[in-house]
């Protein structure tokens, strides 16, 4: 018999299959469900702030609401999203995450996104058959009523009548397409600069709802907020997402925002964000409680009954946990994560009594080994859905994270100040200037390179530029400014990078890993595995097409030091081995003049340590 504790985290709201126990949280999922038919009734916006320990059913208790709405008989949106971003880009990922969400199908088999349309068309006319004729007026009486724009509605018309379904789904998520393929759906180029893409997705949410109209009650969830939070100290993220919520709250009618943060975590989000804003995201407040003896009792119990095994074992099985469930409560407050945890432990202990936890000890993995585990299963999961759009969510939710972990003294400086720099890194007395160039259309691109090269010829102060576009997204030799402009940059010491797929799908995994560690959502057997761990774990072990792309920001990428590179990559071998050894014995290894090589060598860079001395030493900094 499989063990029915093993599986103790939902992962995400849409989780299927998950076994409930409604005396658990139900004063938590009783409010939600209130606070759902103020905003039905009363036409207005409602938000609630959940708190409650690592385990405690966060996300377990979105998972519930989200099943909830299904069996309602009314029309209900549900969409969650996890913040795994940048505050520079905060708008355009909850665009992207709304529409993934609304992408999910209901119970009858259409798309969340199919019913708002549907639904706003009968709410006009009441019939169930609308001819295609009477759809323009239709539209047009919809959107002058609402306020919505014309690209907006002609998106949702292709998807009724599924007109280049695809792309209109790409284009509804914020992501650039080619000019053939906005020409065969009717829609436009978006903006081309970092704070009209903010500004046009604030306003395309603004208009997703309004579009849902004040009869269909959204159900709007943020997980997972912590990991806004990109090294310590940074609250840029925690202000924008309290700006973003006070801004739903207050210029929405329909929406029912619930936010989830770890308790211990209230402390620091509260003073991130404005009081303003903290009042927005917290009409009503609720901490999700430990679990009381009995509600202890019942999780063990539904967890047997969703196994197929006969009765008489299930109760032998309860017995068996039951008989030493009292003192283990007695120890403590529990949450449901450590009743399961506990629980599994038994079952092992009954089911093989030679098994490692029949000791007492939880049968995690030793946590290198588990976090590279973690770390492959979600490099794979990133590569099979890859695609070049997801380029710019993954550079500026990760390399910040990454490159404050590599050198402490690396952080985004935020604001976007000049045009069309996405982001900008400062570490130590360097600063780098990034451009995300990964348009799909080729007027959008070209016009955004001559800006740049405006910028730099002007000596607007971005001398250290990197351009950054997809391996896959390749550039066509007819796009001849496009090129041209990318030579004249290049010439003028811009530097263009196009890392592939596996290095994107490594930088996704990384985020994913540290997001969760953040929020407390990281688990080995039940163990949380704590943020610190992680980042010096990262530090030190994870693989080299990340390393070698952040340190490319800051120094030269291979392809510029020629032949230099292969001194260096040996070196850095040589350290893993030696961890620590002298400049002069690195140059007899190496066969390198010894003032040649500490030349070549740029402190912080390359992960090789440089003590000055004399004599200079050298150290290997991902074991520092």
């Not at 939600?32 to 966060?58: F, N, P, W, Y």
């Not at 045009?419 to 955004?448: E, F, V, W, Y």
């Not at 040996?570 to 030696?578: A, F, P, R």
Request: aromatic share 6%; net charge neutral.
């Amino acid at each position: 018999m499989d063990n029915p504790f093993r599986n103790r985290i939902v992962s995400t709201p849409w989780t299927s299959g998950e076994v409930e126990v409604p005396e658990i949280n139900s004063d938590a999922f009783n409010l939600c469900c209130q606070a759902l038919d103020i905003v039905r009734r009363e036409k207005h916006s409602v938000s609630i702030l959940l708190t409650g320990q690592t385990g405690s059913g966060k996300t377990h208790l979105l998972n519930r609401i989200q099943k909830h709405l299904r069996t309602i008989n009314r029309i209900h949106l549900f969409i969650a999203v996890r913040l795994h971003t940048s505050p520079n880009r905060f708008w355009r990922h909850l665009r992207k995450n709304c529409i993934e969400s609304l992408e999910k199908k209901t119970r009858n088999n259409r798309s969340q996104l199919d019913l708002i349309f549907l639904r706003r068309l009968f709410m006009e006319c009441h019939k169930r058959t609308i001819p295609m004729r009477l759809l323009p007026d239709l539209t047009d009486h919809i959107r002058y009523q609402s306020d919505i724009s014309l690209s907006t509605m002609t998106a949702f018309g292709n998807l009724i009548r599924k007109i280049n379904t695809v792309d209109t789904l790409a284009w509804l998520k914020g992501y650039s397409l080619s000019e053939d393929r906005l020409q065969k759906t009717g829609l436009p180029v978006m903006e081309n600069d970092p704070e009209g893409f903010e500004d046009e997705a604030r306003e395309f949410i603004k208009e997703l709802f309004r579009l849902a109209g004040p009869d269909i009650p959204i159900v709007l969830c943020f997980d997972q907020i912590e990991a806004l939070q990109r090294y310590p100290k940074d609250e840029v993220g925690l202000f924008t997402f309290g700006q973003a919520v006070r801004t739903l709250h207050n210029e929405t009618q329909n929406v029912l925002i619930i936010s989830c943060v770890q308790t211990f975590f209230l402390d620091d989000l509260r003073k991130a964000v404005m009081v303003p804003d903290f009042d927005g995201m917290s009409d009503f407040r609720k901490h999700l409680e430990h679990l009381t003896s009995d509600q202890a009792r019942l999780l063990i119990a539904a967890r047997l009954n969703a196994t197929n095994e006969d009765d008489i074992q299930k109760s032998e099985i309860n017995q068996y946990i039951g008989n030493g469930m009292k003192s283990f409560l007695a120890e403590g407050n529990r949450t449901a994560r450590e009743v399961l945890t506990y629980a599994a432990s038994v079952f092992d202990r009954w089911s093989n009594p030679s098994h490692p936890s029949a000791s007492g000890d939880v049968t995690s993995q030793p946590e290198d080994r588990f976090l590279e585990n973690e770390l492959n299963l979600r490099e794979e999961a990133a590569m099979k859905r890859m695609t070049p759009d997801h380029l710019d969510d993954i550079i500026q939710g990760a390399v910040p994270a990454l490159c404050h972990i590599w050198n402490r003294q690396c952080r985004e400086t935020d604001g976007l100040s000049r045009p069309d720099i996405d982001m900008t890194l400062k570490c130590a007395d360097k600063t780098t200037h990034i451009s995300l160039c990964n348009q799909g259309s080729m007027n959008s691109l070209a016009a955004r390179l001559r800006r740049l090269l405006q910028q730099v010829e002007a000596g607007q102060g971005i001398d250290n530029l990197i351009l950054i576009r997809h391996a896959e997204r390749r550039i066509p030799s007819g796009a001849k400014k496009v090129n041209s402009y990318i030579q004249a940059l290049k010439q003028r010491g811009a530097r263009w990078m196009t890392p592939s797929r596996e290095t994107l799908s490594v930088l996704d995994a990384l985020r994913s890993l540290l997001g969760e560690a953040k929020s407390g959502d990281l688990n080995n057997a039940g163990q949380p595995v704590l943020e610190k761990t992680v980042r010096d774990w990262v530090r030190k072990a994870v693989s080299e097409p990340a390393w070698n792309f952040i340190e490319s920001m800051f120094g030269n990428t291979p392809a510029d030091i020629g032949i230099d590179a292969g001194i260096l990559l040996k070196l850095i071998d040589i350290l893993k081995s030696e961890r620590v050894m002298w400049l002069s014995d690195a140059a007899k290894t190496l066969n390198q003049n010894p003032e040649t090589l500490e030349r070549l060598i740029q402190p912080g860079l390359h992960r090789i340590g440089l003590l000055e001395g004399p004599p200079p030493l050298l150290y290997d900094m991902g074991t520092s």
